[in-house]
C-alpha cells in the first residue's frame, strides 16, 4: 500500500507583500444577543475604485464576528451587507503579516428583494409572505428580519422603522470620505 503524499502548502504573498487579515464584526438589527449568525457578502474596494477587486462569502458567529484571511496589504474600501440589510462600509488600511479589527456597526433589516434600499417593492414582498412561518407554503426568509422562524409584525416593524432608507454607495471618493 502506497500512501500519497500530503501536499505541502506554501504562504501565500502578495504583489505588495505578506497578505493581512480582517476580523470583522457586525450587529444585527432585530436580532437576538448570540442569534447573530448571518451569511454576509463582504467586498473590497481600492480607494477610487468602484468595481471591488476581491469579493468574499462569509458566515459570522453567533456573535456577529467574521475572518477573512490572505488579503494583499493595503488600503481599502470594505463594504458588509446581507440579503435582507442594507450594506455598511468602512476605509480601512490592511497591514502586511497583521489583524484589522473593525466593527462595521449595525445592520440595518427591511431590504426583502435585496436592492440595498427599503421602499415599497419590500413592503409587497413582506405582505405577501406575512402570517407564514418556517416550514410552511410561502415562507420565505428574505421577509423574516428578525430570523425567527415567523413574519410577523415584528418584522414588520423593522422595514417601517427604516422605510425609505437607502445602503452604503461605493463611490470613487468612498475611502476619503469614510476616512475623515
Known amino acids: 500500500m502506497v500512501l500519497a503524499e500530503k501536499p505541502t502548502l506554501l504562504p501565500t504573498f502578495s504583489p505588495l507583500g505578506l497578505p493581512g487579515s480582517l476580523k470583522g464584526k457586525i450587529d444585527i438589527q432585530g436580532h437576538a444577543t448570540g442569534n447573530q449568525s448571518v451569511p454576509l457578502v463582504v467586498?473590497?474596494?481600492?480607494?477610487?475604485?468602484?468595481?471591488?477587486?476581491?469579493?468574499?462569502?462569509?458566515?459570522?458567529?453567533?456573535?456577529?464576528?467574521?475572518?477573512i484571511e490572505r488579503i494583499a496589504a493595503g488600503d481599502y474600501v470594505v463594504a458588509v451587507k446581507n440579503s435582507h440589510t442594507l450594506q455598511v462600509a468602512a476605509a480601512l488600511t490592511i497591514g502586511q503579516g497583521t489583524l484589522t479589527n473593525t466593527n462595521f456597526g449595525l445592520l440595518r433589516e427591511g431590504d426583502a428583494n435585496n436592492d440595498n434600499q427599503i421602499t415599497t417593492l419590500d413592503l409587497s414582498v413582506l405582505t405577501q409572505q406575512m402570517g407564514t412561518s418556517q416550514g410552511q407554503p410561502g415562507y420565505q426568509e428574505t421577509a423574516d428580519?428578525?430570523?425567527d422562524g415567523f413574519i410577523s409584525i415584528l418584522d414588520f416593524s423593522l422595514l417601517a422603522g427604516n422605510f425609505n432608507q437607502q445602503g452604503y454607495i461605493v463611490t470613487r471618493d468612498s475611502f476619503d470620505e469614510l476616512s475623515a
Open 145 to 147: 428580519f428578525n430570523a
Open 43 to 67: 467586498q473590497f474596494f481600492k480607494p477610487g475604485e468602484i468595481i471591488p477587486t476581491a469579493r468574499y462569502e462569509v458566515l459570522t458567529n453567533s456573535n456577529g464576528e467574521f475572518m
